[in-house]
Nanobody, 121 residues
Framework: VQLQASGGGLVQPGGSLRLSCATSGSTASNYAIVWFRQAPGKQRAFVAG????????YYANFVRGRFTVSGDDAKTTAYLQMDRLEPDDTAVYYC???????????????WGKGTLVTVSS
């Protein structure tokens, strides 16, 4: 499975961005797509995730109510809609694929390259 995250950029506080995670590989839809972020000097942290075939969505407390995960009908592109962005949301955002139910960074099976999100006025 290959993943490619995109959509990062500079946004003002209170603004919105939508990140995309394009997947490829015949079995990509069998994986959960999980979003992480890593701010400068901090460890990579879970942000949100969803399993294609089940549809349940999970969010870190610090983004619940502001971020939403979704995917296209073809199950090839996952999205992370980020609203009401705050300066603390500044980080490199990654998408990853997990076969199992453990969604810690060490348990991910595949990673995409990150995309930088900067929230600043």
């Amino acid at each position: 499975v290959q993943l490619q995250a995109s959509g990062g950029g500079l946004v003002q506080p209170g603004g919105s961005l939508r990140l995309s995670c394009a997947t490829s590989g015949s079995t990509a839809s069998n994986y959960a797509i999980v979003w992480f972020r890593q701010a400068p000097g901090k460890q990579r942290a879970f942000v949100a995730g969803s399993r294609w075939n089940v549809g349940n969505q999970y969010y870190a407390n610090f983004v619940r109510g502001r971020f939403t995960v979704s995917g296209d009908d073809a199950k090839t592109t996952a999205y992370l809609q980020m609203d009401r962005l705050e300066p603390d949301d500044t980080a490199v955002y990654y998408c990853a694929a997990a076969r199992g139910d453990n969604w810690s960074p060490a348990a991910m099976d595949y990673w995409g390259k990150g995309t930088l999100v900067t929230v600043s006025s």
